[in-house]
């Protein structure tokens, strides 16, 4: 029996959706239009008033935004809310540039608590749970999103946060936890951690994860699923929206469904801005339509992804989202050839090795070099030199076919590479500053 939240959310009928987003979406263009100078002054440029706008298919009429537009914005000015109505600020640490601010009132608050309980209870999660969080709490939106989220379903969350792994399992197994929120990375280093404390974790009570914040692939999910002994659910969101739970998997577990009653979803061409049609991958979109003091329009996450609306067995009539393919800037161009670190995760893994890796790019004498460094697993470190050769020739040709560029492998002892307690870097990019 599928656990839903919301159910007449959830389950409602197209028509019925599409009346509340049109109804929503009119309201919104109508407060950035009298409240935020930045929409203002791009509606007049553009010869567009809030009334051309009537229903969600005129969502094309209207203008992007983009991350730029947040940061010279910085840190306030897209707000549409007096600071008398805001009760939280967070925001996203970029790896360069300044950071992105968003701003919540009490709806707001409610909204994304609302996305975070929804994806718990599609993780089967219910008031009778431990949820113990493992996310970052501070200005990252994982910790608090999904905490929030646990208690509006009514469970208990445990506010672990993120780090100290070896008390993490201690917590796991002492306080009961029923499901586990953190980053896929973070579940495997978990995972990692109790099988080298001696702990079994067939005999936890944890049963499910909530897993998010960075692409992981369908390989990762099982090595988690098996090290844990759990079933693995993928969260997606990001902060500039609401943070976790703009979508979220159900059992069905062949995409996320995003909360659109909140969050709705577009996938465009990044050249044409075109918007494709299901099945088609693209740059994801979003206009916050549920959203008071940060209601974006049309704004550009540079996720790609393809959505679906197909019947799903769950019986959510919410579109889905697949997984990500990774982000339009993080894709990697090597002597020409565009790279993203997810397929090497897919090959490492399609391989039987260890999802621990480190991508190091350079520029050697104007050449692009990649290098792939991976860890060799326990199992197979007493091997004799000759085998570890043979690992590194067989990824070396299977990276090769995949990727269509040459790149160098080197296997590393266990243990070498940095584990992350958030969000993983996997690449090293030494090219940034030549
Ligand atoms: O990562 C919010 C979050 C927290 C989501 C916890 C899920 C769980 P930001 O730090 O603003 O917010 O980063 C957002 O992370 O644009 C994606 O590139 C990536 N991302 C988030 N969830 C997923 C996912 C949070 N499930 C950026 N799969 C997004 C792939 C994800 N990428």
Known sequence: MPTYFNVSAETADRETLFQIQSEKLRKIVKINYENVDFYRKKFDEMGLLPGDINTI??????????????RDNYP??????????????????????????????????????????????????????YVHVSYGYGLFTGGLGLHYGAEKLGAAAIPVSSGNTKRQVQIMRDFHSDILCCTPSYAMFIGETARDMGIDTSKLPLRAGVFGA???????????????????????????????????ECAEQTGMHVCEDYFYPEV???????????????????????????????????????????????????????????RTDDMLIIRGVNVFPSQV??????????????IVV?????????????????????????????????????????????????????????????????????????
């Open 345 to 358: 995760e897919h090959v490492l893994l399609e391989l039987g090795m260890e999802p621990n890796y480190q």
């Open 214 to 248: 960075e692409a992981w692939s369908e390989n990762m999910r099982a090595k988690i699923e098996e090290i844990l002994n759990i079933k693995a659910y993928d969260i997606y969101g990001l902060s500039e929206i609401a943070g976790p739970g703009v979508s979220y």
């Open 76 to 129: 306030y000015d897209l707000f549409a809310v007096p600071k008398e109505e805001l009760i939280r600020i967070h925001a996203s640490s970029g790896t360069t540039g300044k950071q992105t601010v968003v701003g919540y009132t009490r709806a707001d608050i409610d909204a994304w608590a609302e996305g975070c309980a929804r994806a718990l209870a599609a993780a089967g999660g219910s008031k009778s749970d």
């Open 362 to 434: 350079d520029r050697i004498d104007s050449l692009d070099t990649m290098s792939v460094h991976v860890e060799i697993n326990e199992r197979n470190f007493s091997d004799e030199v000759r085998r570890v050769e043979e690992y590194e020739r067989t990824l070396k040709s299977a990276l090769l076919s995949t990727l269509n560029v040459s790149v160098t492998v080197k296997m590393v002892e266990p243990k070498s590479i940095a584990r992350s307690e958030g969000k993983a870097k996997r690449v090293i990019d030494n090219r940034i500053d030549n």
């Open 268 to 326: 465009i061409d990044p050249d044409t801005g075109k918007q494709l049609p299901d099945g088609e991958y693209g740059e994801l979109v979003f206009t916050c339509i549920g959203k008071e003091a940060l209601p974006l329009v049309r704004y550009r996450t540079r996720d790609i992804c393809a959505l679906s609306h197909a019947k799903c067995s769950c019986g959510r009539t919410l579109v889905k989202m697949s997984k990500t393919r990774g």
């Open 57 to 70: 298919d005129d969502l094309v009429k209207l203008p992007f935004t983009t991350k730029t537009d947040l």
